[in-house]
């Protein structure tokens, strides 16, 4: 190939180039199952967030700063963050909302501690310790109990109107990761990423089972759709949502999936999926009957937004929400997305 | 080969002026379009959202706005593209109401309470309780009378007020759902009024007192705001799920026209000079819809704002003075402190 040859191709390519451009800046798909219409700047935070808690009828997101030993409170009412706490975080992994008791857990990685705040003053009420590396919360309203993965690895559980642990861990022999608790049935099921499984606890009989991955693991988030008796598990290596059947652990179906992925949500009234992406992207599935999937978005967002949660309806809008980090040109922020049907 | 360069270069050029000619067509100054950005207004310190805007109908360019998360209201001078006060101390202000001759300002409290302030010094005349969400209030100019939208459940109702004498009225009309955005007619007796819980609009008869409801077309929810036609005898609300801009007939009931619109919607307001609806969203953009007849209406713009901006007011021109313009309240981003953007309405 000639000059005059290469430097009509490289015109050509800058030329289709200077098209793709402009195509992203063209009004946004009237058909996106999900709508960015709020970010709610969280200033002075730096660091990564982790796992949000939400009070649905206060209408607050308790946002877990990793990288910051804090957690924030945004008033997403107000559209403003309303409070920073730091109260000897080490590495907060998550925060859990109680709604009947008006509090909220904090779990630490440092020293595996589990900091219960009252919801009205924010004031410290206790401390429940575990062994090392207290991460992902879950709460059993009906019995009033607070379950936290732990270590290497056991889910323990704790009363959470007297704070007491509650003896008799459920040992999982991995550091458990996103962990649902079934709420027609006894099971508790577990992702151990660092093993490529799945434990299967029943809370009655303590039995504990076993599922391996073996078409993809690094399996860190997971949801149910209990009605259909399907289980979602976001893989990291390979990057794939996996559908398993609830009672069976098999693999109903697999598809592409979100690379660095931690929080996945399951909207029962659309049918759909949202899974973020640490990549930058929110990916969107939507299940077609109980067997069949079919990615319908991959919604760009902004690198390392990781985190998030959907909890329905909260202050009169069906919102998603993202935690995005500070970036070099913008500091931390919540996103609020509204979903579309 | 010199005649395939001679192709070549002409075929480049032609794709490249037809990039840049569709890039253009593209772009968001629209010369022709309806709205106009012709002025930004700083409100720095200024933090969270923004709810409803008042305006002074006396003095053309005065606004005040319910800084919602900042626990203030914001006083702007449009004409000189200040801010001219901030009224702090209002726990989440929403609705606001600006009683002209009297010269009040009435301002919700989210948090139980109507604030009356005087109009020139700002200074707090008296706190009316409510112990209820106090959401979105009128004036009503005839009778002199703040319309106060309240509470939920069964203590959800409109009340009123007497704006001369700062005294609750005894009267009051139920509605037994919170009610967001309504409408007074001022050639008849009624009140629309969005019952967003019971997804339902409710229309009262001030001289009966007779409350009747019509429902949102099925699977519509989430009804905010509302605008009134009233010679057309036409009412519109939007809905958030899904967003649609409905048209309904005030006579019949019936529902006219559903068009796809913008979503996350909190404000609607009705152009009755150009027959138009401007419908600002938190998706980012305001939507403009002409009315062709009282039936058929299209959307005649989309012009591009800030996510997050969801809030607006529309204050038409008084007499010949003045613009008509649309006002945008655009929160705080990181780094960037919140506005007020002034768009000035086209012919």
């Known amino acids: 190939m000639n000059s005059f040859w290469r430097s009509w191709l490289a015109l050509s390519i800058l030329l289709s180039c200077v098209g793709a451009a402009a195509q992203e800046t063209l009004p946004i798909d009237e058909s996106a199952p999900l709508i960015l219409v709020r970010t709610i700047p969280i200033p002075g935070v730096d660091g990564r967030f982790d796992h949000p808690g939400v009070d649905i009828s206060g209408g607050r997101v308790f946002a877990p700063v990793y990288g910051n030993d804090s957690v924030e409170v945004v008033d997403v009412a107000r559209g403003r963050r309303i409070r920073s706490i730091q109260e000897g975080f080490i590495k907060p992994q998550m925060v859990l909302y109680l709604p009947d008791l008006n509090r909220f857990v904090v779990s630490n990685k440092g020293e595996g501690a589990c900091k219960i705040f009252d919801g009205e003053t924010y004031k410290l009420i206790d401390t429940v310790k575990f062994s090392d590396d207290a991460d992902q919360l879950r709460y059993d309203p009906v019995a009033k109990r607070v379950y936290v993965g732990y270590g290497d690895g056991a889910i323990g559980v704790f009363d959470a109107k007297t704070n007491k642990r509650i003896e008799g861990d459920f040992e999982v022999g991995a550091h458990p990761e996103s962990f649902q608790l079934e709420q027609k049935g006894s099971k508790i099921f577990v992702n151990l990423e660092s093993v490529n499984q799945i434990a299967v606890i029943d809370r009655n009989t303590r039995k504990v089972e076993k599922w391996k991955l073996e078409e993809a693991g690094t399996n860190f988030p997971m949801a149910l759709d209990e009605a259909h008796r399907r289980m979602f598990v976001g893989a990291r290596r390979p990057a794939r949502l996996l559908v398993l059947d609830m009672d069976t652990g098999k693999i109903i179906t697999s598809l592409p999936g979100a690379a660095d992925t931690d929080d996945m949500s399951f909207d029962a009234d659309r049918k759909r999926i949202y899974v973020a992406s640490g990549e930058g992207f929110i990916f969107v599935y939507q299940q077609i009957d109980p067997d069949r999937y079919k990615r319908i978005a991959k919604i760009p967002t902004a690198i390392g937004a990781r985190t998030s949660a959907y909890y329905g309806q909260v202050a009169k809008h069906n919102s998603l929400y993202l935690l995005v980090p500070a970036r070099a040109d913008r500091g931390a922020e919540l996103w609020v997305y509204e979903t579309r049907d | ?347």
């Open chain 2, 1 to 347: 080969m010199k005649a395939i360069r001679r192709i070549c270069i002409t075929v480049t050029g032609v794709l490249s002026f037809a990039l840049c000619v569709t890039a253009q067509e593209k772009a968001p100054a629209d010369e022709n379009g309806p709205l106009i950005l012709t002025a930004q207004v700083p409100l720095p310190g200024v933090h969270g959202r923004f709810d409803h805007f008042a305006f002074d109908p006396a003095e053309p360019g005065r606004i005040f706005i319910s800084a919602l998360g900042n626990n203030s209201v914001e006083v702007l001078n449009t004409v000189e593209g200040t801010e001219v006060h901030r009224i702090t101390g209002i726990p989440e202000p929403q609705g606001i109401a600006f009683a002209i001759g009297l010269n009040k300002l009435f301002v919700a409290s989210r948090k139980g309470k109507l604030y009356v302030y005087d109009g020139t010094d700002y200074k707090l005349i008296t706190a009316i309780d409510y112990n209820a969400d106090v959401d979105n209030l009128r004036y009503d100019v005839p009778t002199k009378r703040v319309y106060v939208g309240y509470g939920d459940e069964d203590k959800a109702a409109i009340g009123m007020v007497d704006a001369t004498t700062n005294q609750r009225l005894d009267e009051v009309y139920k509605t037994g759902a919170h009610p967001e955005s309504y409408q007074l007619e001022k050639s008849g007796p009624n009140i629309y009024v969005n019952l967003e819980d019971l997804k339902q609009i409710g229309v009262i008869d001030r001289t009966t007192k007779k409350l009747t409801k019509w429902d949102l077309p099925p699977k519509f929810e989430e009804n905010f705001p509302m605008a009134l036609d009233e010679p057309e005898h036409r009412l519109f609300i939007v809905t958030r799920t899904p967003p649609r801009l409905v048209v309904y007939d005030t006579n019949s009931g019936k529902t006219v026209a559903t068009l796809p619109c913008v979503a996350d919607v909190d404000d609607l307001y009705y152009d009755a000079n150009h027959k138009r609806l401007y419908i600002p969203g938190g998706q980012g953009f305001i939507d403009v819809f002409q009315e062709k007849d009282d039936d058929h209406y299209e959307r005649l713009a989309r012009i591009r704002t800030v996510i997050g901006a969801r809030t607006a007011g529309y204050a038409p021109r008084i007499g010949k003075k003045g613009q008509d313009r649309v006002y945008l309240a655009i929160p705080n981003t990181p780094g960037k402190e919140a506005a007020v953007w002034a768009y000035t309405v086209q012919e």
